[in-house]
């Protein structure tokens, strides 16, 4: 594969993950794109005149369940995981373990105590990028966190991130689908709710 201007030809890297780079690889796989939260305000607005409306004609009590349920969504969204990656953390060993490796315009060779693999750009079906770290998705279970302590330079890290923004294919689509997903859930057993609350007959 030829080299373009400008591009390394290879970049080395080694180092072992921090649970802070883990922790914040994880953060950045759940972070959604702006449509899945745009769709989250609009209904949390909707949610927030209904519950104002019910407060003016004394009968919030009411409204509370659905409420309560747009509320706790984003909570149970990003912070169980947070807690399972966590417990992750603290008992998988080998996420642990020190790797060594290099990129290069053919691909990424990652080298650990379990093994050694190569995998050209094309075995990544997306990739998510920062500043600190950047995740490498080999699949939508199995992805490689290289965070910006496993190079040696600015120069070096910098030269990686034009490898994978040249090469690797852009961030995942399917978890916005799952989130838009469990928004329309939530939507549709709200607007269950509010129907019910307020068709029921009054005494």
């Not at 349920?69 to 966590?86: D, G, Q, R, S, W």
């Not at 199995?142 to 890290?157: E, G, K, Q």
């Not at 689509?173 to 997903?181: V, Y």
Request: hydrophobic share 50%; net charge positive.
């Amino acid at each position: 594969m030829s080299v373009d201007a400008g591009e390394r030809a290879s970049v080395p890297f080694n180092g072992r993950l921090s649970k802070s780079d883990y922790l914040r690889a994880m953060r950045l796989n759940l972070r959604p794109r702006t449509s899945a939260i745009l769709a989250y305000a609009i209904f949390l607005a909707i949610m927030l005149v209904g519950c104002a409306v019910k407060i003016a004609q004394g009968e919030a009590i009411t409204y509370l369940p659905g409420m309560l349920m747009v509320l706790l969504f984003p909570v149970m969204y990003f912070l169980l995981p947070l807690k399972i990656a966590n417990d992750n953390w603290n008992t998988h060993k080998l996420i642990r373990e020190p790797y060594e490796g290099e990129a290069s315009p053919a691909g990424v060779r990652i080298k650990s105590a379990v093994g050694e693999a190569t995998l050209p750009w094309d075995s990544y079906f997306a990739s998510r990028m920062t500043p600190s770290i950047v995740i490498l998705y080999q699949s939508k279970t199995i992805v490689h966190m290289l965070p910006r302590t496993l190079f040696a330079s600015d120069a070096d890290w910098e030269g990686f991130r034009a490898l994978v923004r040249a090469h690797a294919p852009g961030a995942p689509r399917g978890r916005n689908r799952t989130l838009l997903l469990v928004i329309a859930i939530v939507a549709i057993a709200v607007i269950l709710i509010a129907v019910r609350v307020f068709t029921a007959p009054r005494p």
